[in-house]
């Protein structure tokens, strides 16, 4: 043990101020109740919301189904949109009940077979299925739609199987959907939003404790004492480095044994390039400490600055690709980015490693960039 | 460089300039300042808020850089190795730089940690602290739950855990009770002496300056002197005289005192009024009422410092005393406010405990004690703002548990602080009070135009009330509480902060309010302030422990010990009866 034998007084001296450092942060990430809130009931409370309140699935949407003219064809095509599990059909005899209940919003969506419906279809010509959504919300109306076509197809594939036929349709789509089989939004969201947690515990919280002690006049007793800058940020990053790993773990259980989010890559792998995004997390914290002394400032900028984009730009939700060119851009200073780019490979498709390795590559960039900045803005002085 | 301990000059700064550029920040620049403390000594750095004291403690410590000139603590560079310097001095910053969340031993334990005290060291020094301030059974408790003066020590303590050899105290007395800063006072000397430290301790307080071996005073960032407290006395020698005239109100004499030709100071003291003349110039019994009996007194330092700023800032008296115009005030003698039983309590709490009291029309009525106890919670709940858990509390014959809007639109209210609009103009400001009482067209305006008028304050008129001098902020705020007429005033720490010269004029527009029939309740942390209230209560822990006028105050604890005790005399006394009566084991430290 030659190392802790180290005679060097000052070295000695050094690591006596990292240990008061340590010990006081931890002492006070015990006592204070919000931090605890933030690093652990925080993520439970957003894994509740979007693993069981938010999905972007349409199931069971209701539908009104008009047939003006009842017919044995007709019963046959309003019961294929009842064999479908994403739609629940209602039956109306005249347009204008339904166009009622859609204003209402007991239905979404109409289905619209005409008096001459079956007259049309008998007779070869084409008979039109006239369909109206509420495209209030476009990513559901969107989703209708997709099932309203998948529907009616299914029926008319039936209808020639049943006539005997074949339906004249020369190419046939034969989807198949990877690395989310079932399409439960879940598996995209859940891992997503392990990012956003991570910039909850890594930017906020460490931007906020930070201006807690130049609020309480805490910073200034600090800055007097030997202790140097590389020691004020080591001893703020270390602690929450080690919260903010805990509330990975914790949101990684419950990913995977309550809401059954598969995990297909490694699980070393995803925990090392999450360290990789939380320390960059940690050091856009510090660089916005440095900069606000006040805990309601210091929470403005890093809500604005790390914990919205995170949310919106990183492709948890909203996907990139579908973003304006311009709002594309953007996203590339998001680290965020990256961080859900690799969460949402190693969960649900594996360990690819160009995709790993790329994203972290620009991670580190982050890491270097962030705490660099933090050092460099980190002086102990107060002008 | 070295540091070689025989070094007589423990610091030493010269042409010390500090500018602050933003707009934002109305701190105080230092100009050319030079000085030098000696070894061994106990120095204070003397100075009304916005002097500069808390920017010179912090270049010193390295923590800003000066834009120019020289800074060297023991022998080493402030300016260009500050890290070295943090290693020599303890610095105590304001509010004590305490973590709240720890207790008493992990705050000595970070402390210790940080300033690199070796393991094998810490028993004999903690126990060594902790004895000294008093702080051994406390060890285990969270340090946001001591009380102020208990909080104090323990940064002092924290400070001190690795001796250092120049102690530097910003503002260590602020907020406390007289008890705690007599104490502290003796600890500093104690550690002078025995550690061979050197200490420079800035205050606000200009009673204190008299205990320190050497004064520095600072005023708008300019050194007006450095010296001993005694050498100041001496040189204003035979300028300060005593008045007294029995059968007249004490405030009224004051007043007249100090409009009389040659007074530079007049304050009220003990039995009568102690005034400060211009050099060479003797009190002319001619221009002063009958029967009065003028005696020489031995000057004091405030006499000087106030001299001293009269010379720079010229000499300055409100000719005229504002007229509140008030609605003429209930005859006098009819009871204004009336407390009874009033309790308040937060969850297990009892911030104010069984209070009573009555104040009558035209009064000046005083709430005194150290924070935390109860002052503030009896404010609010006389103005309404916060329901009493028990008791009875009117104000002007209303009853504040049925009508408290009506009582507060009767009240003229300046808190503490000041609460002003920093953004708002003073026009503005006096604009937005009058209409949240209701004023509006012309009367509106003529209130305004008075207010402006009668607190000179029309120079500022355009201008933001963030960007006011504190003295400025405070007539502001004055005039803001009177723009309704009120028959009763609310005055909670209304000269906190405030520079001397401006506490003084403000005391006189108070004393021609209450002459004018104006009720008055305020609370003060300066003792010498309660001299001006016709009556007062000395409050502690909720409970009120003395009721009297000044004159009785004082005359509870006179002995031959104290035979001409001051109000903080009294003031220590009544609560350290107060402290052994509560915990017979109590440990006082003697002063």
């Keep these: ?383 | 460089m070295p540091v070689s301990s025989d070094i007589l000059n423990v610091l030493e700064l010269s042409g010390v300039t500090k500018r602050f550029t933003s707009s934002q920040q109305t701190a105080p620049a230092l100009h050319e300042v030079s000085l030098r403390v000696r070894k061994g000594t106990v120095t204070g750095l003397i100075g009304p808020d916005g002097a500069g004291k808390t920017t010179l403690m912090r270049l010193i410590a390295g923590l800003l850089v000066p834009d120019s000139g020289q800074i060297s603590v023991l022998g080493i560079d402030a300016v260009r190795e500050p890290l070295k310097v943090q290693q020599v001095i303890g610095y105590m910053p304001q509010r004590f730089g305490l973590y709240e969340d720890l207790t008493v031993q992990e705050n000595l334990n970070l402390y210790a940690d940080l300033q690199g005290l070796p393991d094998a060291e810490r028993p004999a020094r903690y126990a060594e602290l902790t004895k000294m301030t008093g702080l051994a059974p406390f060890t285990k408790r969270l340090a946001g739950k001591l009380s102020g003066g208990m909080k104090q020590k323990l940064g002092l303590a924290c400070v001190l855990v690795r001796p250092p050899q120049l102690l530097l105290l910003d503002e260590p007395t602020v907020g406390v009770d007289p008890v705690s800063r007599r104490e502290l006072w003796s600890i500093v000397y104690r550690l002078v002496k025995q550690e061979n430290m050197t200490a420079l301790l800035s205050t606000a307080y200009l009673d204190e300056a008299e205990r320190c071996n050497e004064v520095i005073l600072l005023h708008r960032g300019e050194l007006l002197g450095q010296n001993s407290p005694a050498e100041f006395s001496r040189q204003i020698e035979g300028r300060s005289f005593q008045a007294v005239l029995p059968g007249i109100n004490k405030r009224s004499l004051q007043s007249r005192l100090a409009c009389s030709p040659g007074v530079i100071d007049a304050t009220i003291q003990r039995t009568g009024v102690r005034i400060v003349m211009k050099n060479k110039m003797q009190p002319d019994a001619a221009n002063l009422p009958d029967g009065i009996r003028i005696e020489p007194v031995p000057p004091r330092f405030e006499d000087s410092f106030i001299s001293l700023l009269r010379d720079k800032d010229g000499y300055h008296t409100i000719r005229n005393v504002p007229s509140v115009q008030a609605a003429p005030a209930g005859s006098s003698g009819e009871d204004m406010i009336t407390v009874d039983q009033a309790t308040r309590r937060f969850g297990s709490f009892y911030a104010v405990k069984g209070v009573s009291f009555t104040v009558k029309a035209g009064e000046v009525f005083g709430l005194l004690g150290a924070n935390g106890a109860g002052k503030s919670t009896t404010f609010r709940m006389l103005c309404g703002l916060l329901p009493a858990t028990g008791g009875k509390l009117s104000v002007a014959g209303l009853d504040l548990r049925h009508a408290p809007a009506k009582a507060r639109a009767r009240i003229g209210y300046m808190a503490q602080k000041f609460s002003l609009y920093g953004d708002l103009s003073v026009q503005e400001n006096l604009r937005f009070f009058s209409s949240a009482y209701g004023l509006g067209g012309d009367e509106q305006r003529e209130r305004i135009e008075w207010a402006l008028q009668e607190f000179e304050l029309n120079e500022y008129a355009g201008s933001t009330s963030r960007e006011l001098p504190l003295g400025y902020k405070q007539r502001l705020a004055l005039a803001a509480a009177l723009m309704h007429r009120p028959k009763i005033l609310f005055l909670d720490e209304p000269t906190s902060g405030v520079d001397p010269l401006a506490r003084r004029e403000f005391w006189t527009r108070i004393a021609g309010l209450a002459e004018e029939g104006v009720t008055v309740l305020v609370t003060t942390h300066f003792m010498e302030e309660a001299e001006y209230c016709d009556r007062l209560v000395i409050m502690a822990e909720g409970s009120i422990l003395a009721e009297g006028t000044p004159d009785d105050m004082r005359a509870r604890v006179q002995s031959d010990r104290l035979s001409d005790p001051t109000m903080e005399d009294a003031f220590i006394h009544l609560i350290e009866e107060h402290e052994t009566a509560r915990r017979p084991d109590a440990v006082l430290a003697k002063s």
């Design chain 1, 1 to 383: 043990m030659r190392f802790l034998q180290n005679p060097d007084p000052e070295r000695r001296a050094g690591r006596m101020r990292m240990r008061g450092m340590l010990r006081k942060e931890a002492l006070q990430i015990i006592r204070d109740p919000s931090s605890i809130a933030i690093a652990f009931v925080l993520p439970i409370v957003l894994l509740f919301l979007f693993g069981y309140g938010i999905s972007l699935d349409a199931k069971h949407v209701p539908l009104a189904v008009v047939v003006e003219s009842p017919s044995a064809e007709t019963a046959g095509f309003a019961a294929s949109f009842e064999q479908s599990e994403y739609l629940s059909p209602q039956r109306f005899g005249t347009i204008q009940e339904a166009e009622q209940a859609l204003i209402h919003h007991t239905v979404n969506g109409i289905v619209w077979l005409r008096n001459d419906f079956e007259e049309k279809l008998l007779s070869g010509e084409s008979a039109p299925i006239g369909v109206i959504i509420n495209g209030v919300d476009a990513n559901t109306a969107r989703i209708i739609e997709g099932y309203v076509n998948g529907a009616w197809t299914s029926w008319l594939q039936q209808r020639a199987a049943a006539h005997a036929g074949t339906l004249n349709i020369p190419v046939r789509l034969q989807p198949r959907v990877w690395f989310n089989a079932e399409m439960r939004s879940r598996n995209f969201l859940i891992p997503g939003l392990i990012a956003v947690i991570m910039t909850l515990i890594g930017a906020l919280l460490t931007a906020m404790v930070v201006a807690r002690e130049w609020e309480r006049g805490t910073m200034e007793a600090l800055m007097v004492t030997p202790v140097t800058a590389k020691e004020l940020l080591l001893g703020k990053l270390l602690p929450y480095f080690i919260l903010g790993m805990g509330g990975l773990l914790l949101s990684i259980g419950m990913a995977m044994w309550l809401f059954d989010v598969p995990l297909r890559g490694s699980l070393l792998l995803l925990l090392l390039t999450s360290a990789l995004f939380l320390v960059a997390a940690l050091g856009m914290g510090l660089t916005i400490s440095t900069a606000a002394r006040d805990q309601f400032v210091a929470g403005q900028i890093a809500i604005v600055a790390t914990f919205l984009p995170a949310f919106m730009l990183s492709g948890f939700i909203f996907d990139i690709n579908s973003m304006p060119a311009a709002v594309q851009l953007v996203t590339r200073l998001i680290a965020a980015r990256y961080y859900v780019a690799i969460l949402q490979t190693v969960f649900l498709a594996g360990n690819v490693w160009k995709v790993i390795l790329l994203n972290s590559v620009v991670l580190v960039l982050f890491c270097v960039f962030f705490l660099g900045l933090a050092r460099r803005r980190m002086v102990k002085r107060l002008d």
